[in-house]
């Protein structure tokens, strides 16, 4: 019998999300302390150490240069540590979901407040981070509230790509391939510590189409004001792969839940 | 009654994976303020009806409607109106106990006030207030059940969903679990239980379907599938093999049918006492010789088959 899932609905996601928000709210204060000493570990260890050898990087002193894509890694590992870990723990060996999905909450509204908690704390870890920076005196400008949206989008966009390998996953063991093989290289390779035009052609045309690159590349643009175009395309971009990531995740989710 | 009274209406459920057929061709009505038990052996399909009831496992083919909705076209709807115990406890892990209740109230939309009023009457109810702000991990396995039931009950579903209520629990905690569902049915909850202890079943049940391998074989009165499916008096003898073989060729036109099992014979009579005292008197050496009402067990049994099924 084929029958189309019912729809994801914002009030059912919501539920979900303030589910999490309880726990969260309890151990909070232990929980976010990490988020702030992360920056300083990264400005100081690479900023000012090797910084100290590597005068100027696309004119930019090097602290300045790393700081915009190192706060957009950030939201990255806490997006996907969510979405990814959590989720599944809660998903197969709490069964916590179990008791949700026999209330009115269907898969799909559960996935979706999933997403939303995973962009949630993305934006925490990211804000703390934009703090950090603020305190070492970049951004300080008007332009830097176009960061703000970005920092939930691109949370929201790590959210859907961790939920995605977690819902075709049965082994937790699995998720070290994921960040080994996956989120470590985004790291590395997106134009966070180097700019990419040093690269080759070949891995830059590589770069295009992995998440992480079109992010830096926009935080960077909006923490120097160099407003051009290509933001817009950046943007766009990770839109797209976000819309595409939530349909295919949530229809994932629901198969993995409804059998 | 007739079909527009029953509450749950399953008619021809199926439900294959892949090649096993976990649940062929069942059909059944359970009508409001009943308390309708499936009883079977692990793996004859009970938990998954249960689920395909409370909307977590379509349907391969069947209709079936709850409280008048559809399970597949309004699952939202149909799971307003239902409370689910689990059989592995669902419980949050991540929260106390009184938070397990208030955000489980939530995913019903009750308004705050409302959820705190229901939740600390459910507290009261189940006797858990000492442990109202303890972590749930902290709980005995009987008040983990309770606490399960509690908040399969803060919607104040009309119909509630167990799914093997007492398995793993002590024989205090299992008599506490269905005190309250007496209670419950008194209130006029619809009660829907799967289990495999007789005792559970001819406690609370009004009417059993009997599951094996998918399918339901029978379904009746605790009482009337005794009468039906075996006599009311089972005479029960132990001893050597030779002994019961010649009890059974000396009664043989007597009784209504028997059992030889491996280590003892079971006559089934409608009435045990002239059967006892005539055995007794046949002096044949045996090791016990007892009469007792039957039960649901060898109902069960007898429907089932004796020999492990896994």
Known sequence: MRVKAPKVRILAALRVWQRNATVYKRTWKLNILPNFFEPFLYLLGMGLGLGAYIAEMEGLPYIN??????????????????????????????????????????????????????????????????????????????????????????????????????????????????FTLFLTP???????????????????????????????????GIFNQVWSVELFEHLAWMLVVTLINTTVVLRAIHKRLYS | MGKSAAIITAKNLTKEYRSLKAVNDVS??????????????????????????YCVTPLTSGLLTVNGENVIENMSAVKRGIGVVTQDDSLDYDLNVINNLLVYARYYDLTREKAVQRANELIEFFQLEDKRNENVRTLSGGMKRRLQIARALINNPSILILDEPSTGLDPQARHQVWAKCHELIEQGVTLLLTTH???????????????????????????????????????????????????????????????????????YTPDATPLHTQIQDMNIPVKTLLSRRSSLEDVFLKLTGRELLD
């Open chain 1, 186 to 220: 985004l790291f590395l390779f997106s134009g966070i510590f180097f700019p990419m035009n040093q690269l080759p052609q070949t891995v830059q045309i590589i770069a295009w189409f992995t998440p992480l690159y079109h992010g830096v590349e926009l935080s960077r």
């Open chain 2, 197 to 267: 202890y007789m005792d559970e079943a001819e406690q609370l049940c009004d009417k059993i379907a009997v599951m094996d391998r998918g399918s339901i074989i029978t379904e009746a009165s605790p009482w009337d599938l005794i009468k039906s499916e075996v006599s009311p008096y089972v005479v029960e003898i132990r001893g050597e093999e030779k002994s019961r073989k010649q009890i059974l060729a000396a009664v043989f036109d007597q009784i209504d049918f028997h059992e030889a099992l491996s280590d003892r014979l079971l006559l």
């Open chain 1, 65 to 178: 240069f790393i700081a915009p894509g190192l706060l957009i890694s950030s939201i990255m590992w806490g997006a996907t540590l969510e979405t990814t870990y959590n989720v599944f723990v809660k998903m197969n060996f709490d069964r916590i979901y179990d008791g949700i999905l026999s209330t009115p909450i269907n898969p799909k509204d559960l996935a979706f407040g999933e997403l939303l908690w995973g962009a949630t704390r993305g934006t925490i870890y990211g804000g703390a981070f934009l703090s950090i920076l603020f305190v070492f005196g970049m951004g300080l400008h008007w332009g830097i509230l176009f960061i703000f949206p970005l920092i939930f989008i691109i949370g929201f966009m790590f959210a859907t790509i961790g939920l995605l390998f977690t819902s075709m996953i049965k082994e937790i063991e699995l998720f070290n391939y994921f």
């Open chain 2, 28 to 53: 059944f009505e359970i009508q409001p303020g009943s308390c309708f038990g499936f009883l079977g052996p692990n793996g004859a399909g009970k938990t998954t009806v249960m689920r395909m009831i």
